[in-house]
């Protein structure tokens, strides 16, 4: 069997050691690259249908107000063939203490039973909020192991923590 990364990225103007700065690639698809090369995962991006907003500000507006109506914005596609794996490491910002809702999304659309699931986050400031108990709730029949939080600055460095967790 083999693993696989999913995970939610987003580009644009992310906080960013106390304060908003213009990034090309979001921190959560800098640490889902580095387990990728550290494990040989493929790696799976979940891309909404409408992407949010570059515009930091902006992009929080919409997460909040996603959040509090519970929506499920379309994705792009699902992953195919999961089946074949059996380790799935789950990446996301934290977006309002949880996961961004396109994350609930594909969550929904997939069955993730008997499978190992991983979670790992970016953040600055927040850690994993309350996603753990989110990801363990939508992937009912699932091993949900413990999380890792990532400061989202420095994920493009965070070889090390990220080898620890994965040896764990």
């Not at 909404?48 to 379309?74: F, H, L």
């Amino acid at each position: 069997m083999s693993s696989i990364v999913i995970y939610f990225s987003r580009a644009g103007e992310n906080w960013v050691d106390g304060g908003i700065r213009h990034t090309d690639v979001g921190n959560t698809e800098r640490a889902a690259q580095i387990i990728h090369d550290l494990t040989g995962a493929d790696l799976f991006k979940i891309e909404p249908v409408v992407p949010y907003p570059e515009n930091y500000d902006e992009c929080t507006a919409v997460a909040k107000r996603d959040q509090q109506t519970n929506a499920r914005p379309e994705i792009k596609s699902y992953p195919k063939h999961l089946d074949k794996y059996d380790t799935v490491y789950l990446g996301y910002p934290n977006y309002w203490g949880t996961m961004p809702m396109a994350v609930f999304t594909l969550l929904d659309g997939c069955d993730l039973s008997g499978k190992v699931v991983k979670p790992f986050c970016t953040h600055e400031g927040s850690g994993l909020g309350h996603s753990m108990s989110d990801v363990r709730k939508m992937c009912p029949g699932a091993d949900v192991r413990d999380g890792l939080a990532i400061v989202g600055s420095a994920a493009g460095d965070s070889v090390e923590p990220i080898r620890k967790w994965l040896n764990k």
